[in-house]
């Protein structure tokens, strides 16, 4: 009978596979941990004083508390988050109203700002606007000459009226030249109310350029762009009313 060999003992974790072993045991502790849902933990703590001065606290939030500041705390009790107040529906119609307000001043500001750039570009100097003032002035000069061109006309024509009216006087005149002289006489008035309009029309113009050119002295100093407020004679959407365009 062969005599039994002794068994080898069992290995033992070498000092490499102990420090291998506590690591993984270390990383899969927190794990274990965040499995576990705490209460409130994923939205934070909400707390509130109320109408009676008490301090609420809840893991979601306060009905009690609906028209306050809600606080959000973490689990430490360090602030994460602040709620505002649940607006009314009338609070809400204020609130909108204020935005729709600012942002029509925030684009009227913007707009103001590329006006004045823009007049800037157009007008680098005097004499570049004083061009442009003449220009404007040129076209209504026109008109008034062509004005005073038909009133000349006008007064040609009804001079031999007049001189065949002289002898009627104190009878009746035909009824033809009554009707032409009559037609030589609204036409003379409508031709004064045009050039009435005209030269009312080179006040404006003269106007405008004056004050433009008071805002570009002005903005070639250093004003900054938008600035100034709005330009006389500006119109509603609030671009400026160029006699030149007109």
């Known amino acids: 009978m062969r005599p039994s060999l002794p068994r080898p003992p069992a290995a033992r974790p070498t000092a ?40 609420l606290t809840s893991d979601r939030p306060i009905p009690e508390c609906i028209a306050k500041e809600q606080q959000i705390l973490n689990r430490d009790g360090s602030l994460k988050a602040v709620v505002p107040p649940t607006l009314t529906a009338d609070e809400r119609a204020e609130k909108e109203a204020r935005d729709r307000q600012a942002a029509l001043e925030r ?39 062509a004005t005073e061109q038909r009133m000349s006309e006008l ?16 009878r009746q005149m035909p009824p033809k030249l009554k009707a032409a002289i009559d037609a030589n006489d609204a036409a003379m008035e409508a031709q004064r109310a045009a050039a009435a309009s005209q030269e009312a029309e ?4 003269n106007r405008f350029y004056d004050a433009e050119l008071e805002r570009l002295r002005r903005l070639w100093a250093g004003a900054p762009a938008g600035s100034l407020g709005a330009l006389p004679g500006a119109q509603a959407n609030g671009r400026a ?3 030149a365009t007109r």
């Open 241 to 243: 009313a160029s006699p």
């Open 107 to 145: 684009a009227a500001a913007a707009d103001a700002v590329r006006r004045d750039r823009n007049l800037m570009a157009r007008y680098p100097n005097e004499a570049a606007h004083l061009r442009a003032r003449e220009a404007a002035l040129d076209t209504v000069r026109l008109a008034m000459r």
């Open 155 to 170: 007064a040609a024509e009804r001079k031999p009226l007049m001189n065949e009216a002289e002898f009627y006087e104190g």
């Open 202 to 205: 080179v006040a404006r113009v």
């Open 16 to 55: 490499v596979q102990a420090a291998l072993w506590a690591a993984l045991l270390l990383l899969a502790a927190p794990a274990a941990v965040a499995q576990q849902p705490a209460k409130g933990a994923a939205g934070g703590i909400y707390t509130c004083i109320d109408d009676r001065g008490r301090r």
